[in-house]
C-alpha cells in the first residue's frame, strides 16, 4: 500500500509507515528538484507558495480537481460559482495551456497541478538528495520518537 496526497518530508513518511503502507507518494514534491522537467520559475514558484496558494476547480461538475491558485484558477472557480459548465471554462483549463506553464516559467498561463504540500517545501535538491534526506531523517524520528516503545525478547525474559 503506498499512501498518496500531502506527502514531503520524513514526518509524512513516518506517520505513513504507522499507518500501515509501505511508502509514500510524492508529486508536488519531486515537481521542485533538479531533474523535474518543468521551469525553474515554476519549481521556485512552489518553494514560495504557502499551502493556501491552491484551489479546487470542477467541484461543480463533482470532478474536484486541486491546482495552483492563479489568476486562470480564480476565474474558473468564479465562472463555476456563476453556474459555468465545462464548455465555458474548456479553453481557460485546456491541457496544452497548462502545459506552456511548465515550459515558459509564467504560473499564469494556465491551470497547473499543486498541492497543498507545497507549504512544506523550502528547496530544490536533486532527486537523490531529497530521498537520502527523508530517509535519514524518517530513521532518526523512528528512533528517538518510537523505538523506546518496542519491548525487547531480552527485556521481556529479564522481567
Known amino acids: 500500500m503506498i499512501a498518496s496526497g500531502g506527502f514531503a518530508d520524513a514526518r509524512g513518511l513516518v506517520a505513513a509507515l504507522a499507518l500501515g503502507a509501505d511508502g509514500i507518494n510524492m508529486g508536488t514534491r519531486f515537481m521542485a528538484t533538479k531533474e523535474s522537467p518543468i521551469h525553474q ?68 498561463e494556465g491551470i497547473w497541478s499543486a498541492g497543498q504540500v507545497q507549504g512544506l517545501i523550502q528547496d530544490i535538491p536533486s532527486c537523490a538528495e531529497l530521498v537520502s534526506r527523508i530517509v535519514r531523517e524518517a530513521e532518526a524520528i523512528i528512533r528517538s520518537r518510537l523505538e523506546g516503545m518496542i519491548v525487547h525478547p531480552n527485556a521481556q525474559a529479564a522481567e
Open 41 to 108: 520559475l515554476i519549481k521556485e514558484k512552489i518553494v514560495a507558495n504557502d499551502e493556501r496558494e491552491t484551489e479546487l476547480i470542477f467541484r461543480t461538475m463533482r470532478n474536484t480537481s486541486r491546482v495552483a491558485k492563479n489568476e486562470i484558477s480564480t476565474k474558473v472557480v468564479a465562472m463555476e460559482k456563476e453556474g459555468a459548465k465545462f464548455e465555458d471554462i474548456r479553453e481557460l483549463v485546456a491541457g496544452a495551456r497548462g502545459k506552456m506553464v511548465y515550459v515558459s516559467g509564467n504560473s499564469d
